[in-house]
């Protein structure tokens, strides 16, 4: 029993949908910092290779400007001061676009990857933090493994790339001292971009595995037990005991408004112990009948018990009280094939309340009742059916109508 609890509480299986959703809401999401810095070197280069020019006119005309003062300025208390301030504040107009471009790459690629997910659990003290055994964990760790191994793979990457292009155009290199003006610069500016743009298919190569395998540590590090998903299903469902709690309340109080309804019902069919249905036919409200009220065992019995005291006539029709069970629902009109068999009682209940003031406390029976045989669960083989009249022996019905306890 231990060992299949233990395996129970491996956390093995993959998380539920639920289960990212609410690390999401706390921040975990999956992020790849060489996704990150492949996007914001590509980001550089391609802003260098557009402004590239004009970027470089600029800021050699911002350090021409910066060496060049008059003599009278030179000597002025605040001169270094506001010219300095000048200087850093242009210096920063011309940096701009590649800031703008690197920060707006490094959005993008956290979008890309887990999406935008904003949560104030990260500003949340956490002193467990500070301990040293958790942090020697962490230190020999599975995860920390793969981050030294990825750096260790990004700067072998880097560094081979760079070999290889500095190897590759050696002689544009060496060929930069003799290059004049204008023509030097260009040559050192393409030199700079094209160094980018192979650095960034290099890692663009490295970020394609990172990527997956931040992907592949997100899902690992939210596995599930077994008991887990149970319990975030009992969460998300409700606790069975409460739901079966409110549902046990919420049966009770239909059927104590089914019960306040009987004491309004015109009469009560029973079967003559097992069933009881209540009828109401208002003709105001409605054209035809209606059930009111309907039970069987226990709730049967408080319904006939009700109708004594209320005054409801009891009328022992069992083919009438079983089909009127099984085929009408609670405040619903009674369906048109049971039509005759109601209105016979119906109308014997009205003939009833003209010779008496109150009806019987005991049900009266006889009463010969038309009944599809398609609706009487008994004659279409019900075995719950044909267990209720076995044991009140309804076997036939009787062709005598006892009126007040006397055969009529």
């Given at each position: 029993m231990a060992a299949g609890a233990d395996d129970d509480q491996e956390r093995k299986l993959a998380p539920t949908e639920r289960r990212l959703e609410r690390a999401r809401e706390e921040g975990q999401v999956p992020r790849s910092r060489s996704l990150s810095t492949a996007l914001m070197l590509g980001a550089a280069a391609g802003t260098l290779a557009l402004l590239g020019r004009s970027l470089f006119d600029a800021s050699r005309h911002l350090?021409?400007?910066?060496?060049?003062?008059?003599?009278?300025?030179?000597?002025?208390?605040?001169?270094?001061?506001?010219?300095?301030?000048?200087?850093?504040?242009?210096?920063?107009?011309?940096?701009?676009?590649?800031?703008?471009?690197?920060?707006?790459?490094?959005?993008?690629?956290?979008?890309?990857?887990?999406?935008?997910?904003?949560?104030?659990?990260?500003?949340?003290?956490?002193?467990?933090?500070?301990?040293?055994?958790?942090?020697?964990?962490?230190?020999?760790?599975?995860?920390?493994?793969?981050?030294?191994?990825?750096?260790?793979?990004?700067?072998?990457?880097?560094?081979?790339?760079?070999?290889?292009?500095?190897?590759?155009?050696?002689?544009?290199?060496?060929?930069?001292?003799?290059?004049?003006?204008?023509?030097?610069?260009?040559?050192?500016?393409?030199?700079?971009?094209?160094?980018?743009?192979?650095?960034?298919?290099?890692?663009?190569?490295?970020?394609?595995?990172?990527?997956?395998?931040?992907?592949?540590?997100?899902?690992?590090?939210?596995?599930?037990?077994?008991?887990?998903?149970?319990?975030?299903?009992?969460?998300?469902?409700?606790?069975?005991?409460?739901?079966?709690?409110?549902?046990?309340?919420?049966?009770?109080?239909?059927?104590?408004?089914?019960?306040?309804?009987?004491?309004?019902?015109?009469?009560?069919?029973?079967?003559?112990?097992?069933?009881?249905?209540?009828?109401?036919?208002?003709?105001?409200?409605?054209?035809?009948?209606?059930?009111?009220?309907?039970?069987?065992?226990?709730v049967a019995a408080r319904i006939r018990e009700i109708a004594v005291e209320s005054g409801v006539a009891l009328v022992e029709a069992p083919p009438l009280a079983r089909a009127l069970h099984k085929h009408c629902e609670i405040g619903a009109d009674i369906p048109q094939a049971l039509y005759t068999g109601v209105a016979q009682v119906i109308a014997f209940i009205y003939n009833l309340r003209s010779t008496t003031t109150r009806p019987s406390a005991t049900p009266y029976a006889g009463l010969a009742v038309e009944v599809p045989a398609e609706l009487d669960p008994l004659t279409t083989g019900g075995s719950d059916a044909i267990a209720d009249a076995a044991a009140e022996g309804d076997a036939t019905v009787s062709t005598a109508l006892r009126v007040n306890g006397a055969a009529a």
């Open positions: 350090l021409a400007r910066g060496l060049t003062f008059g003599y009278e300025e030179a000597f002025r208390d605040d001169f270094a001061s506001l010219h300095g301030s000048a200087l850093v504040a242009d210096g920063l107009l011309i940096a701009m676009p590649v800031c703008v471009a690197t920060a707006l790459a490094a959005i993008a690629a956290s979008l890309a990857l887990g999406g935008w997910s904003f949560s104030t659990r990260g500003l949340t003290p956490d002193f467990s933090r500070l301990s040293p055994l958790k942090g020697l964990g962490k230190l020999f760790s599975l995860n920390a493994t793969l981050d030294l191994g990825k750096l260790l793979l990004e700067s072998v990457v880097v560094v081979t790339v760079v070999v290889v292009f500095v190897r590759s155009r050696y002689a544009e290199f060496a060929t930069l001292d003799a290059l004049a003006g204008k023509m030097g610069h260009a040559q050192l500016g393409s030199l700079v971009v094209s160094a980018f743009g192979v650095m960034v298919v290099a890692l663009a190569m490295v970020a394609a595995i990172d990527v997956g395998l931040s992907i592949w540590r997100h899902r690992r590090d939210l596995r599930m037990s077994l008991q887990d998903i149970r319990d975030e299903s009992r969460e998300a469902d409700g606790d069975p005991h409460v739901k079966a709690k409110i549902r046990s309340q919420q049966r009770q109080m239909a059927q104590r408004r089914m019960m306040q309804a009987v004491p309004d019902a015109d009469v009560v069919v029973t079967n003559p112990t097992r069933y009881a249905v209540a009828l109401r036919y208002d003709e105001a409200r409605s054209a035809v009948p209606r059930v009111v009220a309907k039970g069987t065992g226990e």
